[in-house]
């Protein structure tokens, strides 16, 4: 059971561009998100999440989209920067307390061309 | 601040061997957790600690895998025996597990790729 889903396992664009990653979610129980970003051979690194109470949160060049209603959310990189290229996962949970589990998507590939 | 330390960096066994991985979290950090990715997916937790206590282990395959945190701080992960399917990355990370925005964030090591041949 997918809780989380990544449908582009890969995404191009040029530098300067703007890169939108999606994500998709089918448990309606899940009440924070959160985007983690992994360059190879290293674990991955937090970057950006958004409670379910908002529908935007905003970090630098990277905004995070969250639409309930259709249990989906994504990450805005403006403008990308070839250092951007990396793999970037979606994760989930249901509130913030120590008990409750992370789940990530699939991932997906970003690629950011000079 | 120092990272979440793992070894070993890489592993190759043959299936029905025995493994081990270690982990040292970030000072601190009261939660620990061993997540398992295999290629192409994404990282699935297998069991999180609370100290030296275990919060969630559902998804561990207690048949043949086994986890433990020695006095709260560093942890080891064991398979016996391992399977092909056991090939992954093993990532530990750790967070400081108080509830609220600072729990959000897990920090994590730079993992151990097993294969299981």
């Known amino acids: 059971d997918q809780q989380v889903k990544q449908n582009s396992p890969s995404l191009s664009v040029q530098e300067g561009r703007i890169s939108i990653l999606n994500c998709d979610y089918t448990?309606?129980?899940?009440?924070?998100f959160l985007w983690y970003k992994k360059y190879p051979a290293e674990g991955p690194t937090f970057l950006i999440s958004?409670?379910?109470?908002?529908d935007k949160n905003e970090d630098g060049r990277f905004t995070v989209f969250l639409n309930k209603s259709a249990k989906h959310l994504s990450l805005h990189i403006v403008p990308s920067q070839p250092g951007d290229s990396a793999v970037y996962f979606c994760?989930?949970?249901?509130?913030?307390?120590?008990?409750?589990?992370?789940?990530f998507g699939e991932g997906t590939q970003l690629t950011v061309n000079p | 601040e120092a990272g979440v330390a793992q070894s070993p960096r890489y592993k190759i066994i043959e299936k029905r061997q025995s493994v081990a991985f270690w982990c040292n979290p970030i000072?601190?950090?009261?939660?620990l957790y061993w997540y398992q990715q295999i290629l192409g997916q994404g990282p699935k937790l297998l069991i999180q600690?609370?100290?030296?206590?275990?919060?969630?282990d559902s998804q561990l395959p207690k048949d043949r895998f086994s986890a433990e945190r020695l006095k709260g701080v560093d942890s080891t992960l064991k398979i016996q025996p391992a399977k092909l399917e056991d090939s992954a990355v093993y990532l530990c990370?750790?967070?400081?597990?108080?509830?609220?925005?600072?729990?959000?964030?897990?920090?994590f090591g730079s993992g151990t790729q097993l294969s299981v041949l």
């Open positions: 448990n309606s129980m899940f009440d924070y």
């Open positions: 994760a989930a949970r249901r509130g913030l307390t120590s008990g409750s589990r992370l789940t």
């Open positions: 000072s601190g950090h009261a939660t």
């Open positions: 600690f609370q100290n030296n206590g275990v919060v969630d």
């Open positions: 990370a750790s967070s400081y597990g108080t509830g609220g925005p600072t729990y959000e964030k897990l920090f």
């Open positions: 958004i409670s379910s109470i908002k």
